[in-house]
């Protein structure tokens, strides 16, 4: 009996074994928290001190202690932490505020111009844009090919980050998409109205109309209409009217003619195919360039962060094709030079001009429009242009990056690299490469992580244009990589060994070939950029075999979303520099004493 009651007594474990075995966890999970202390209050009350402390208020005060400390402790940590101070103070890649517009004939600049940027919001009416907006592709070479002058804005880099609110469940709920019946036109690819929009697509501001429904209302009041109604941005304003008088049957818009507008182009549409309706021409299925120039034109006359561009109006018509030219690289797939409907909707163009109305400084939004990308990209063009025709040679595109290109991969980009824009027609005339042409080449050199950019160089190196990169073709482009390694001194790697490395990482679906869907799987997007350097870019490649993992680290850890943004500011930094060092010894050689000599002469 009494065997029989002390195997009872091991075999089940008593409350306080149960109490030491959930209080290892305790801390980790509430849950099992609030089990420990509800378990002690049904317990008998504790007789000896070891027992009291694992009473109810013994144990909440030892938690409280507990998640105090590591507050505390926590926030001390951080205060402390040098990476933490770091954080706090400017980056070392900001570029310099305020600086005033300068500009270079030749390669030799002349002294600042004065500038004194106004931080205003744009005019809330939208006249019609100046006739220097009327921009011709491509432009034609003249004594105006100077350096276009850095940007006054503060760089996007200087801005500390903005903390995103919380979510409440209840704005996650108003996001999802609405469901539509049978009648309602949700069809196809049809999108619902976002709810910020929403809001506003039944509102009618019927003060500003006339009592005659026939009357016409002005440009100027129009603009409730353009903003309000339909979320376009504010300067799309003039060209929006534009196309309602277009559309309207006596050429004028009146609430009539607004009327019949509105039910067929706007209530049952969302934001892309809007867009898509006033900015294509119409009865077009796709948007060409010359559609964006009016809405590019409105924005230079009237954006704030680009007003010091209205006095060098040579640059405005290069920033223009800047802007345009991005845009179809982000969203034109098929680089023919149009956009349909369904790259509009993809490519995040509607969102990122509704940005750049919002944004006073143009520099922050880095999709498209920032200056500060245009002025590294012409300046790379200026620079290479030696015989300043406006166009690229061979000879000229080898000297990009320091003769970081081979000569093979240089020529495969003359012969077979996209043209969207139908440069290069005709005979010999892909012997030269125009600005357009340019912007898509630095794009896709600069940041080889993004599909267009894996689309571009596969075409490039694709001899045989059987879709595939066989071994065959990449020991081609790898052999004269080896020959100017060891010119220069450096080990060469054997071409099985570099091979054998790249096809682990990429694991192609196809043994001994890639092809381009290889390229954009999820887990090659930093892979593929170190492939084609490794093909044909020399110093990137030399600079990934000596990679230090500390800094790739850090570099994927930084305020940047990909490798152009990152290498446009380091870029605009350094020729900021630059500039500022020639503006200096322009001043430190510059005879004061005859200049005011002259100026007496002059008064």
Known sequence: ????????????????????????????????????????????????????ALSPDSMRKRRKKAEGGSSSGGSQDSSSSPGKQASSQLSPLSPPRGRSPRSLDKFHRTGGLPLSPRRSSPSPTSPTPPSSASFNFPHSPGSDDIYPPTSPMASPRDIKSIEMPEVDDDS??????????????????????TYEAAEHVDEDPKDIWP????????????????????????????SFYDRVSSASPGGVVSRNSWSLY??????????????????AKPGEQHITRDDFVPLVSALLAFHAGLEFLSEHKEFQEKYAVTVITRIFFQADKTHDGKLTARMLRKSGVVEAFTKVDLEEDINKVTEFFSYEHFYVLYCRFWELDSDRDYKISRDDLLKYGDHS????????????????????????GRDTMGYEDFIYFMLSEEDKQNPISVKYWFECLDVDGD??????????????????????????????????????????KEQGRLCEGDFLQGHCNKVSGSLFDALFNLNKYLQFESRDPFLERNKREDEFDNDWDRYACVDYNRLAMEEEQREEERREGMDWEGADNDAMMEE
């Open 1 to 52: 009996m009494s065997s029989k009651v002390a195997k009872n007594i091991t075999t089940e474990p008593s409350p306080q074994s149960r109490v030491d075995g959930l209080l290892a966890t305790y801390l980790s999970s509430d849950s099992v928290y609030e089990e420990v202390l509800s378990l002690i209050d049904t317990a008998q009350t504790p007789q000896s001190e070891d027992d009291a």
């Open 211 to 238: 009592n005659d429904p026939e009357a016409p209302i002005s440009k100027e009041d129009f603009i409730g209409v353009t903003k309000d109604v339909c979320g376009f941005p504010s300067f799309f304003n003039s």
């Open 172 to 193: 996650q709920l108003e996001s999802l998409p609405r469901f539509y019946l049978k009648d309602e036109h949700g069809k196809h690819r049809r999108r619902s109205l």
């Open 262 to 279: 509105y039910t067929k182009y706007i209530q049952k549409e969302d934001r892309n195919a809007r867009f898509f309706h006033a900015v």
């Open 405 to 428: 290109l081979s000569h093979m991969i240089v020529d495969r980009i003359f012969e077979a690299a996209p043209r969207p824009f139908g440069n290069g027609k005709g005979k010999g």
């Open 467 to 508: 879709g595939h990169l066989s071994t065959l073709d990449m020991r081609g482009f790898y052999g004269v990589q080896a020959h100017r390694m060891q010119c220069l001194g450096h080990e060469v790697v054997p071409f099985e060994d570099v091979l054998c490395q790249f096809f682990d990482m990429i694991k192609p």
